[in-house]
């Protein structure tokens, strides 16, 4: 856990101005999933920034309707605007260009959501002059619980370095709303919880991070995953000419 939370929250709200100043950019963009990890990011840009500067969006896709009050709740919470662009419809037309030419698979269309996200937020980070801020945790980076060039695609990333328990953690700090600190994490592509997902908790993986070990089982399950998703975390492999 964090051990002096109000020097960690202050010196993560200082690195955050300083990135957007840096970038000569006017605020930052969030995607608003009305989860811990995107409302936690939320609170920590405001009180960076200023209310001013963040505007988060919510992107439903075949979403349920909790998920977008969820939304409005943190948006309420930090007084800051939210945009709703439905994106089922697009998601629709595409799977049915695509379905037309070849025989999809249901993993490929799960990950093309949030991929369509990602377009969103820069489409409007662009427009805005403002940068796409990340709201990816390190126990979803280390088993690769997240989709490349989705919702692993940002300018930058407040809360990488933190496990799912200390977001939560810093969120309480924030003043996130305990409705949305207390909800089973869920990414709302699949209709189960993401611990049903990736058959471990997330405090085994916290353990796992914090000290190699937990319980045997779990440890199969995260080692097999943290290999396989090594690619996820790691640049672009590029092919280095002869130099002659």
Request: proline share 3%; aromatic share 6%; with cysteine.
């Amino acid at each position: 856990m964090v051990k002096d939370i109000e020097k960690e929250v202050q010196n993560i709200e200082k690195w955050i101005l300083e990135y957007v100043e840096n970038a000569h950019a006017d605020g930052v963009v969030i995607g608003n999933s009305g989860g811990k990890d995107s409302a936690t990011v939320i609170a920590l840009a405001t009180k960076a920034l200023g209310k001013e500067r963040v505007m988060t969006v919510a992107m439903p896709c075949n979403s349920i309707k909790t998920d977008i009050e969820d939304a409005k709740l943190v948006s309420n919470k930090f007084d800051v605007p939210l945009i709703e662009i439905d994106l089922t419809n697009t998601f629709n037309t595409l799977e049915k260009e695509i379905d037309k030419n070849i025989k999809s698979v249901a993993e490929a269309k799960i990950n093309t959501k949030p991929r369509l996200r990602m377009t969103t937020l820069y489409y409007i980070a662009q427009s805005l002059n403002y940068l796409v801020i990340g709201t990816g945790n390190k126990c979803e980076a280390v088993v690769g619980y997240t989709t490349k060039w989705g919702d692993n695609a940002h300018d930058f990333n407040p809360i990488a370095e933190f496990t799912v328990e200390e977001v939560l953690q810093i969120g309480e700090y924030l003043g996130v709303p305990e409705k949305i600190i207390k909800k089973a994490p869920n990414d709302g592509l699949g209709g189960l919880t993401d611990e049903e997902k990736l058959g471990v908790t997330y405090k085994q993986i916290a353990e796992y991070i914090e000290t190699g070990k937990t319980d045997e089982k779990a440890l199969e399950i995260i080692k097999k995953k943290e290999k396989s998703a090594r690619h996820k975390r790691e640049p672009i492999p590029v092919y280095h000419r002869i130099k002659y």
